[in-house]
């Protein structure tokens, strides 16, 4: 408990973990800000506009329709048929006004997989930043080995920093993803666009497992660069790693790699399961009668278990070795 | 119970490089400390003294022998006897965006001690106007000064620095001999690992040199001078008197009109031998030796692959297998 609170002391006293820890506040506010904006209500003045539009595009046309009805050959209407019906489909009248008010209102429902995904997402990517330098510059100053003087039971040393970066980042991502909902439930409210009781259970499960992803991701990046000793040098792993090795795995086994791959398994962890593109039975068509196939869609469906079983492997994994690597290598 | 405090049995460290070549860092290393007083650690750049050090304190794995710290068993056991134990490991090392003060907060509250232990810590070392400015806008001094103050927030039984004095100042280098003369008065045991000589000769009461990762010697300061004092004699028949006194056992060579005696006898041997020999003096000079000829005599004699005296092993210089 005691090198806990002194972890805890630590990640405080690090300026860039309060710069990145200050970002998981103010991006989110920023990007609520945005769906304000974004998703405010039709004013009068707009819908003013859009009728004035209207009329004039109306009037416009209207002309163009006279002019044509009146002088056929000149819009090259075949002999034989109705100028009335042809000058209709070259001119088009008849406008509405609601084509030009294309703004979609607040869909709380739906904002799930949007902008909180989104949260969760930027969230993971700060606290996985804030593990990751955490580490780093214990390793980067030598300060490690100073550590390692006054504490030299080195399990007990990964562990406390471990859950500092943990129980720090998990506290924080679960207050600003309850702040965002807040905030969300609140601009909702304000333009009586109140989502079901089903829908908010859905969000609230989604963003509990966002909080623990955050807080996973610390201490991912917190193992990887205990595992590495460089905060370069986790960051290109995680960065080949989320890039290339995705393309590359894709490209080698195609779309049933899918899968296998990081961003699915996440979405079927943050979303109680997801559904995603493998291909599979899309060319396997059935006759259903009266001359009709039916094809298969290629989807296919990833269950909560499996996206949390793969993370917890993964997870594990980086741990495990960290840990092991920690307290057999010998220390700069 | 030995009364040793630090004691090391055929201690190898080898590292593998990146060309796949074994280094031998430090090879059957037998390191006897006693406890209390002031312990000098000497020997060439990569000699293995860095490295031994660090394989104590927990922060490098032997590969072969046994270490024990207060009779204990390390790195097994370490953590009983780390509370008991300062060091300061080649640089100092903190965290460079936080204070002095904080650096020192964090690594006294991670063993349980109170803050002001920080304050008298940092009062000890003069740092304490100080404190509050960051690690990285120190000096080379002032951070060797924090890295001492480091040490004795465990108010330790052993003090193990490694060239505390690097960097400092002359009024500061003589500071930091003061406190570490004064820690071993005191009944600390302090490891001295330092490449200045005279320091060595200064504060401490014991040396052990080693090069090329071996023990070359190991003793009292003044034994390790005393073996090879030398006389300067002058007389009027010198060819005669360097007779009578190689008669009598001693090691001597002519220098022009004196002669050069080696003796590990006190000098009025030389003085009857000569009387006996119907010879009288002229001059009898000590050329005492220093801890710089001894030394660079013991490492120089490592490196051509001889042993040498005063318990030597030996040596066969660094090497490197494929």
């Known amino acids: 408990m005691r090198l806990l609170t002194v972890e805890l002391t630590r990640l405080r006293w690090r300026r860039a973990v309060v710069v990145l820890l200050a970002c998981c506040v103010v991006i989110p506010a920023l990007l609520l800000l945005g769906l304000a904006w974004g998703t405010r209500p039709v004013s009068g003045s707009e819908i003013q506009q859009a009728k004035d539009m209207v009329a004039e595009n109306n009037r416009a046309n209207q002309e163009a329709y006279d002019d044509c009805v009146a002088h056929p050959d000149d819009f090259d209407i075949p002999p034989g048929e109705d100028p009335a019906v042809i000058c209709k489909q070259y001119t088009g009248v008849d406008e509405d006004y609601r084509w030009y008010l294309t703004r979609q209102p607040l869909d709380v429902a739906a904002e799930r997989e949007g902008t909180g995904l989104a949260v969760i997402s930027l969230l993971s990517a700060l606290t996985m930043l804030i593990g990751t330098t955490f580490a780093g510059h214990d390793w980067n100053s030598g300060s490690m080995s100073n550590q390692l003087l006054f504490e030299p039971r080195r399990r007990r040393v990964w562990l406390a920093k471990a859950a500092a970066v943990f129980a720090t980042c998990l506290v924080v991502s679960a207050a600003v993803l309850a702040l965002w909902w807040g905030a969300v439930w609140l601009l909702a409210g304000s333009r009586d666009l109140q989502a079901s009781s089903h829908a908010w259970g859905r969000i609230a499960a989604s963003a509990g497992r966002g909080s623990l992803l955050a807080a996973g991701a610390a201490v991912a990046g917190y193992a990887l660069t205990m595992l590495f000793r460089s905060t370069v040098a986790t960051l290109g792993v995680m960065f080949a790693v989320a890039v290339a090795g995705q393309a590359v795995f894709v490209a080698v086994l195609g779309d049933a790699a899918l899968r296998w791959v990081l961003p699915t398994n996440i979405g079927a962890f943050l979303f109680n399961g997801i559904d995603y593109y493998d291909g599979s039975g899309s060319d396997q068509c059935v006759d259903v009668g009266n001359g009709a196939v039916e094809c298969g869609t290629g989807m296919a469906h990833l269950s909560l278990a499996f996206g949390s079983t793969y993370l917890l492997v993964l997870f594990g994994v980086a741990a495990a070795l960290s840990l092991w690597s920690f307290q057999r290598r010998d220390v700069p | ?322």
């Open chain 2, 1 to 322: 119970m030995s009364d040793l405090v630090i004691e090391t049995h055929g201690l190898n460290k080898t590292f593998r490089t990146r060309q796949g070549a074994v280094r031998v860092a430090v090879r059957d290393l037998d390191l006897a400390v006693p406890g209390g007083g002031v312990h000098g650690f000497l020997g060439p750049n990569g000699s293995g003294k860095t490295t031994t050090i660090r394989m104590l304190l927990g922060l490098s794995r032997p590969t072969g022998g046994t270490m024990r710290l207060f009779g204990t068993e390390v790195p097994r056991h370490l953590p009983d006897v780390m509370p008991r134990i300062g060091a300061v490991v080649e640089s100092p090392k903190f965290s460079p965006m936080f204070t002095g003060r904080q650096n020192l907060l964090l690594l006294a509250r991670s063993i349980g001690e109170p803050d002001a232990r920080v304050d008298e810590a940092l009062e000890t070392v003069s740092l304490s106007g100080r404190d509050g400015d960051r690690y990285k806008a120190y000096s080379l001094g002032m951070k060797q000064r924090l890295a001492i103050a480091a040490t004795l927030l465990k108010q330790p039984q052993l003090l193990i620095l490694d060239e505390p004095t690097n960097g400092l100042d002359p009024a500061g280098i003589r500071e930091i001999r003061e406190t570490i003369r004064d820690l071993g008065a005191r009944g600390v045991t302090v490891l001295l690992s330092s490449h200045i000589l005279a320091e060595v000769q200064q504060v401490c009461d014991s040396a052990t040199i080693i090069g090329h990762g071996r023990m070359l010697a190991s003793g009292r300061v003044e034994d390790l001078i005393g073996s090879s004092t030398t006389y300067r004699v002058g007389v009027a028949e010198p060819d005669e008197a360097g007779r009578v006194l190689r008669a009598a056992g001693h090691v001597v060579r002519r220098e022009g009109a004196v002669l050069v005696v080696d003796t590990p006898e006190p000098p009025d041997r030389i003085t009857r031998a000569l009387a006996e020999g119907g010879i009288y003096l002229s001059e009898l000079v000590p050329v005492r030796a220093d801890l710089e000829s001894v030394f660079l005599e013991l490492t120089e004699e490592s490196t051509l692959g001889h042993g040498a005296d005063l318990g030597a092993r030996p040596a066969t210089g660094a090497e490197e297998v494929r």
